[in-house]
């Protein structure tokens, strides 16, 4: 039954190995499970429900991938767009966090509905690839700035905005020992190297008494508090629009470059360069997300760690059933995520702000129309607090520089369109 269903043997993998990938890929982003409840607590959600929720729509997520799309793609709430939605939306432009969530269901509507027409690739060529690496590696900047605060590297200061934090203090000394020491297994190539750090220094906090033991297994705790409770009708603010455009679009470039960095690395790629049943990956990914929503967490994508799964040989959509019932069995581990501590957690945010830092190698630093208006997105992310701010500020740029350097063919209709209705909300903000 598994052979035909998932065409085993037609991808040159068995069973075994569809499981041993499985298994590698959900050990590579089972931090998510213990950071995400983290982040969104930040924004008033009860941490037990958040948890519930970050398994249930990661499963669900994953299974209509491997079900439907026949891909060995994991899914989970996206990193990055989980730091958005709690310091960004809610703290920082004082939304509650029901109508934050209301935004990313909306998001998640849009992106389905997109996906179920041509106008999904429409968009995905018609923005520039300097501006899709910038609007990563902004990402990844802003992420950063987060877990610095949040381990006490950096702090507030009234004179220079940011300073240098307590760096004595033994939360952010164990901080510094953390990401240390997954750079070290990472570079060691050790399976699941970001959990295994989180976890190491957990018991190293609770044994020297800097943070207090909890427990290990329990039943999963309620969903109540977070169950349907998202705000659909506060999301249609006229000024949340660009809220939800912001979820939307890093959504779709992140789900879009996970899916082709993933099918090229299993040969999934097609002879003529096409990445067979390409809008069912999207519709599992935008159906994940309205999920995620419903259940009570932040925007469901396609995970790149999957390309560890694939690196172990994973093939069809089987490693991703495997992910989906790890992620299921997983409910019963709860207590972790309130005995994990900030100073644990917050290294795991660095470490995946340097993976995604790397897209500033990617872009044209020969063209300055191009380069230019790529920096502006991806440094404004993290000095305004905001995904959304960089993506609109750094369209404007690079449709002012296209247009002022008489390159204005270079700027593709849809960027222009953008780039008016991004000018028209901040003179109306």
Not at 40 to 56: E, H, R
Not at 128 to 152: D, T, V, Y
Not at 238 to 247: C, D, K, N, P, Q
């Amino acid at each position: 039954m598994l052979e035909r269903f998932f065409g085993l043997r037609a991808n040159g993998t068995t069973l075994r190995i569809e499981v041993i990938a499985g298994v590698t890929t959900f050990l590579t982003m089972a931090y998510i499970m213990l950071v995400n409840p983290l982040i969104l607590a930040d924004a008033g959600m009860d941490i037990g429900a958040v948890f519930v929720a970050t398994c249930i729509a990661s499963a669900i997520g994953t299974l209509i991938m491997g079900l439907y799309a026949n891909y060995p793609l994991a899914l989970a709430p996206g990193m990055g767009l989980n730091a958005y939605f709690t310091y960004g939306v809610v703290k920082g432009m004082h939304y509650s966090w029901e109508v934050a969530l209301g935004a990313v269901f909306l998001s998640g509507i849009l992106f389905l509905a997109l996906s179920l027409t041509r106008v999904r690739e429409w968009i995905v060529d018609a923005i520039p690839r300097s501006q899709k690496m910038a609007i990563s590696a902004g990402i990844g900047l802003f992420l950063a700035i987060i877990a610095l605060k949040n381990a006490g590297i950096v702090a507030a200061s009234s004179e220079t905005f940011v300073t240098l934090g307590d760096v004595k203090a033994a939360p952010a000394l164990l901080a510094a020992l953390c990401f240390l020491a997954m750079i070290a297994l990472d570079s060691r190539r050790v399976t699941g190297s970001i959990i295994i750090a989180i976890l190491g220094t957990t018991v190293l906090g609770i044994l020297l008494g800097v943070s207090q033991p909890g427990g290990i297994v329990a039943m999963p705790p309620s969903l109540a508090p977070t169950f349907l409770a998202l705000d659909i009708k506060g999301a249609l603010n006229i000024g949340l629009l660009t809220i939800v455009f912001a979820f939307f679009f890093v959504d779709l470039f992140d789900n879009t470059g996970t899916l082709v960095g993933v099918a090229h690395r299993a040969g999934l790629v097609g002879a003529d360069g096409k990445i067979p049943r390409l809008s069912r990956v999207f519709i599992a990914d935008s159906t994940a997300t309205l999920a995620g929503s419903l259940l009570g967490t932040s925007t469901v994508t396609s995970y790149i760690e999957s390309a560890a799964g694939v690196r172990a040989g994973g093939r069809t959509g089987l490693v991703s059933v495997v992910v989906a019932a790890l992620f299921l069995l997983s409910l019963f581990f709860s207590p972790l995520a309130k005995t994990v501590p900030g100073y644990a957690t917050s290294p795991a945010l660095l470490f995946v702000a340097c993976l995604m830092a790397r897209g500033l190698t990617e872009i044209d630093w020969e063209d300055v129309t191009d380069y230019a208006p790529a920096v502006v997105t991806a440094i404004t992310m993290p000095l305004t607090f905001s995904i959304a701010n960089g993506i609109a500020l750094g369209f404007v740029t690079y449709a002012g520089a296209k247009i002022l350097s008489g390159r204005f063919g270079e700027a593709k209709p849809a960027v222009l369109v953008l780039a008016a209705l991004f000018l028209l909300r901040f003179w109306f903000l």
